[in-house]
Structures are given as C-alpha cells and as structure tokens.
C-alpha cells in the first residue's frame, strides 16, 4: 500500500509542475468572469476621455447622467445575471417594468390608495409574477426563453388594456403630488448626499446654474440601489450557501439535486428577484417622471441580458459575476450617454450595443473552453 | 450482530408487467469490496437506483448494521450511510473544486440569517481530502473542468466519504478512463475499503473488477447468477458468466471456423 501511494504522490508532484508552468497570473486573471467586462469599462471612459473629454461629459452633471442611465440598467441587468447563473432566462422584464408602473399609479391615483400601500402592492404582484413563472419553469421542464416570452406578452398586454379599461388612456401622470411625506416612496425618490453637491458647489468646483445652486443636486437613487444592488449579488454570490446553489443549479441541474441542492426552490428565488428588481427600476422611474406609461421598459430585458453577457454570464448557466454586469450596464449606459457628445449620430448605438454582445459572446466561450479544458 | 455492515435480501423490483429486478442478493462486509458485474440491460441501473434510495423495492429487505431500513428517498439512504457516486459524478465543472466538495452542504459560519459559507475551511478541508489520496490540488479554487477523468472520480468519491458514508456505491467509476486514470480510481477504491468501508463497484469490465475485487456478484437479465468469492472463480469463468461471454465464445469459435476454411482455401 505504501509503495502504491509513494508513486501517486510522485506522479501528482510531477502534474503539478506541468501546471505550474501553464498558468501564468495573466490567466488566472483571465478566468474571472468580470474581466472582460472591467477592461471594455476602462475602455470605453477611455475612448470618451480622448473624443468627448472637453464637452462636459466628465463634468459632476454628465457623469451623474450617465450613472443614472447605467444604473437604472444595472438594477435589472444583476437580477437577470443571478438568473442566468442559475441556469434560466427572463424576458419578461422589460414587460414587468411596464406592470409595475400601473400598479403603483393606478391604485394610487384612481382608487385613493396611500402610495406607500401602492408600492407594496407592486412588490407583492413582482413576487407573483416571479412566482409564476419560476414554478411554470420548474414545474413543467419547459425552456424559461419561452414561458418568459408567453409571460412578456401577457404582462405587457395586461397593462395596457388595464390601464385603457380603467383610465381610458395610456398614462397616468399625478405622481409627483403623492411623493411628499410618503413613508415608502423616499427610497425610490431622493437624492442623496446633496450636501456634497452644495459645498463643492459654494466651491465652485462643479457647474452652477445662474441662481447659483448646483447644476447636480446629489446622488440619483438609481445610483443607490445599483451600488447595493451590486454588493448584496456579489455577497450572496460568493460568500453564502445559496450563492453556491445558484451556480450549481445553472451549472448541473441534475448533479446539484443528487447531491441534495433545492434546484427548484432556488431557481423559483431567481425568478422572483428579477421581477422585484424590475419593480425597484418602475419605482424608481414612476417616481421620477411623476407618471406611469404602459410601454416603460420596452425592449429592457434584452439590454438586462447583454449588459449579463458582457459581464461574463454564460447563456448556459453556471458561470458569471454580478460585478460582471454591473460594469456591462455601465458600459452600454455610458455609451449610450456618451454618444450625445460626440459627433457620431446616435442611431450607430445599436451598431454598437450589437457588436458589443458578440465580441462578449465570443470571448466568454473561449474563456469556458480554457475553464474547462481537461488536461 | 451478524457479519455483515449492509444486506440486500431478494431484492425485486417491477415496472409494470417489466420484471427489472428478481431475487437479487447481495450481502457486504466491512472492508469488503463486491464488484457487480452484468452486460447493458442487466439491471445494473435499475439495483443502484433501488441501493442509493431513488427506487423502492417491490420485494425483499435491505438490512444495515442488524436494522431493517425502508428509504423512502435518496435522502435516506445518505443518512444512514450509503453513498452513491453516479455515472455524472454529480460535478459541475465550472465550479471550484471546493465549491464541487461541498455542493449542497456547505459549511457555514456567522450568526442566523445573516450566514455565509466558510469559504477558508471549506478549501482547507477540500485540500486535505484531495491531498490524502495523492491528488494535489493546487489551488481548491480551480475549476473541476481543469482535473482529469480520474481525478474528478476520486473527488466525487472523497466527498461521498467525507460526508459519511459507510458503504460506498459506485457506478462505472472507470467505464470513460484511460488505463492509467483507471488504476488510479481503482487504487483509491482499494484504500477507501482498508479503511473499512464496504464497496460495491459496478462495472462491465471485469478486467478492472477482478483485481480489486474480493467477492463478484452477476447479474444477468435482472437476475444474480449467483455471487463468488475471488478464490472460486476465475478472471475467464467471470467473463462467460456475462451474457457477453457467452456470445463472445461464439464468436470465437466462429472466427476460427472462418479462419480455417479461410487457410483452406
């Protein structure tokens, strides 16, 4: 017996200088999933630096613009990362977004509702929808692309003809009014550190306007959110039990049951998160524009799920980063912003959004291959 | 206390008018390696499923340690200490090899609600279980795609072990190695069961069952051709017991009658 495991010692001693030169610290580097998407962040601020530099898109109010755009988008784009971690899709988000908002104005407009209350009743129809769909999914085997889609098209026609049926139109403004006060509606409505804002701009360090208030006021709470948002992912992620769970729900479904992972329980949580988080992004936005429009989130769900790709989610489950999609939100809400100060025409943002999503593609399979790569 | 650890007692096991299972016996003691041997469509999946809990059996009794057990799920029989390695392993091979050990049942530290997985011991203990069957894992939090077929074996059933299992089943763990992977496995089989775990190894390849084996059970269309221990039976006599043995000395035979007709001419 001795003898038998002095020669595996022997031979494993020997692989592992094989290893050793094989992996530089280049390619550990490489193997995280948020790599990609870190490198085309600096990128990108580097581009805009050199070509918009001196147009203000760098000063406290563009770039307070810009986070706002990236963070609305990464609100949802995390939830929807999480999800595809966990092996599934959600292309009801863009729809939920839109529900959301009616749910939140309707009831709070037309039947007298405190706001607060309307807030909490969105919240509970998130964990409905989610619900729903995560136990249609799990229930039926059935790919989540599909009964997602089936659920984008029955939200976003619930909304409408909800919002048409009771209000005869297709908007509900009057928010603004209810925001003052409320217990609840704060969270989605304030801007934070404001005091900055004023001091740096009694310093004349940022751009005033001519009554002499600072242009920006303080921190979006989009902003907020999405910094939480981003910390809260990554710790479940990394650092909790059921962040392993996710991984190993997308990663095998069969093996992670067999080795006693609540596969369906987990990815049902999923489902929920990303329709609460689709909720965070209506209130936020309701509260905002003061109003609700039953086409608000249009198309969202397939920027969630390219700012996810670029981030370094694989679309088959089991691999990525919520730090990952963070910076792919803040990469398609820069450019998106930052396009306004060049001299490109705004339509080439698609062009770009695009050949984004299938540069990640490309990169994250081969970043698979080299993860995966038996020896 | 009889001698054996874990006794399966005509075992039967019917799926509808389908008789996969009948009268199967196999008895285990500690320390014990059995290797199961039977052809494709032998019933080989259906007894593992019925072992690790996923099956109940229509007929007979499963006896562990003197006690009569009934698994009402796989869960059961992780309990009580039977540990299935699958033909998939159950690994992900784009999780760390730490979080592959402890996939389902994390360590946790911290207080209620706000716990987290204790990733340092967890990597610790990763480590040192890999370490002590010789494989060096570098760094426990390398992805399990990076190991070899036979190393991810080995990790599948040192996680099977660390998490208490008594008796151990295994299913095809070197059906997809190579010959040296293989004699790895086989090398860590035969140190699990000298440390007293009761081994039950499902194979095909009696070439890989017969030297680590102390006991050869058959299994042939559902049925147990009986089961011998390693000083009755020879390598050869095992392989005509399979159903491909039979047909294999047919074959041969007529090879040779091809042969002979071939030189005639």
């Given at each position: 017996m001795s003898l038998k495991s002095k020669s595996i010692s022997s031979k494993s001693s020997l692989n592992e200088d094989e290893r050793l030169k094989k992996i530089s610290p280049l390619r550990v580097l490489l193997n995280r999933p948020e790599l990609g998407a870190l490198g085309g962040s600096i990128l990108v601020f580097i581009f805009f630096g050199i070509v918009?530099?001196?147009?203000?898109?760098?000063s406290a109010y563009g770039m307070l613009n810009f986070l706002d755009v990236s963070a609305n988008l990464g609100i949802i784009a995390i939830a929807a990362a999480m999800l595809m971690i966990g092996g599934e899709f959600d292309l009801s988000i863009g729809s939920m977004i839109g529900f959301a908002g009616i749910c939140i104005a309707i009831p709070a407009i037309?039947?007298?509702?405190?706001l607060w209350m309307s807030i909490v009743f969105a919240f509970a129809m998130a964990v409905l929808v989610g619900y729903f769909n995560g136990i249609m999914v799990v229930k039926t085997g059935l790919p989540s692309f599909i009964v997602t889609l089936a659920m984008l098209f029955i939200l976003r026609g619930l909304t409408l003809a909800i919002t048409r049926l009771i209000t005869g139109r297709t908007q509900v403004p009057g928010l603004r009014v209810l925001i003052e006060d409320d217990p609840l509606a704060w969270l989605f409505a304030t801007d934070t550190f404001k005091w900055l804002f004023t001091w740096l701009g009694s310093l004349k360090l940022i751009e005033l306007r001519t009554d002499g208030?600072?242009?920006?006021?303080g921190i979006p709470p989009s902003v907020i959110w999405f910094i939480a948002l981003t910390l809260f992912a990554t710790w479940i992620l990394m650092k909790t039990r059921y962040g392993n769970w996710i991984f190993a729900s997308g990663g095998d479904k069969v093996g992670a049951t067999n080795v006693g992972v609540p596969v369906g329980r987990v990815k049902i949580s999923l489902f929920i998160g990303t329709a609460v988080a689709s909720t965070i992004f209506a209130c936020i936005q309701v509260l905002d524009a003061g109003s609700a429009d039953t086409?608000?989130?249009?198309?969202k769900e397939l920027e969630a799920i390219a700012a996810a790709v670029v981030g370094?989610?694989?679309?088959?489950?089991?691999y990525g980063s919520a730090i990952g999609a963070a910076f792919g939100a803040i990469i398609f809400g820069t450019v998106s912003m930052g396009i306004f100060y060049t001299?490109?025409?705004?339509?080439?943002f698609k062009v770009f959004l695009g050949a984004m999503m299938l540069i990640a593609v490309v990169f994250n399979n081969y970043i698979r291959k080299k993860v995966t790569e038996t020896k | 206390m009889s001698d054996y650890l874990v006794q399966f007692n005509n075992i039967s096991k019917f799926f509808g008018k389908v008789i996969?299972?009948?009268d199967v016996t196999m008895r285990l003691k500690k320390g014990e390696i059995m290797c199961l041997l039977g052809d494709n469509g032998a019933g080989k999946s259906t007894l593992i499923k019925t072992l690790a809990g996923v099956h109940k059996p229509d007929e007979g009794e499963i006896i562990f340690e003197d006690n009569k057990i009934v698994f009402d799920s796989p869960k059961d029989a992780l309990d009580i200490g039977i540990g299935t390695v699958y033909?998939?392993?159950?690994?992900?091979?784009?999780?760390?090899v730490t979080r592959n050990f402890f996939m389902g049942r994390e360590p946790q530290k911290g207080i209620p609600f706000l716990k987290t997985f204790d990733v340092e011991k967890a990597n610790k203990i990763a480590a040192d279980r890999m370490g002590q069957i010789g494989?060096?894992?570098?760094?426990?939090?390398?992805?399990?795609?990076?190991?070899?077929g036979g190393e991810r074996q080995c990790l599948a059933i040192s996680r099977a072990i660390y998490f208490g299992a008594k008796v151990l089943v295994l299913d095809e763990?070197?059906?997809?190695?190579g010959v040296h992977q293989a004699s790895m496995v086989l090398k860590y089989i035969v140190k699990a069961a000298s440390e007293g775990l009761a081994v039950i190894l499902i194979t095909h390849n009696v070439h890989h069952a017969y030297p680590v084996g102390n006991s050869f059970t058959v299994l042939n269309r559902g049925k147990s051709m009986g089961t011998f221990q390693k000083k009755d039976i020879s390598r050869e006599k095992l392989l005509s017991m399979m159903a491909g043995g039979e047909e294999l000395d047919k074959l041969e035979v007529e090879l040779q009658e091809m042969d002979r007709i071939h030189n005639k001419n």
């Open positions: 918009a530099g001196d147009t203000g898109m760098f037309y039947w007298g509702w405190p208030t600072p242009l920006a006021t086409m608000r989130g249009t198309l370094g989610c694989l679309l088959t489950g089991g001299d490109v025409d705004t339509d080439w | 996969a299972l009948k033909q998939d392993l159950a690994l992900v091979p784009l999780m760390s494989i060096d894992v570098r760094d426990p939090s390398q992805a399990v795609g990076t190991m070899s763990p070197t059906s997809a190695l």
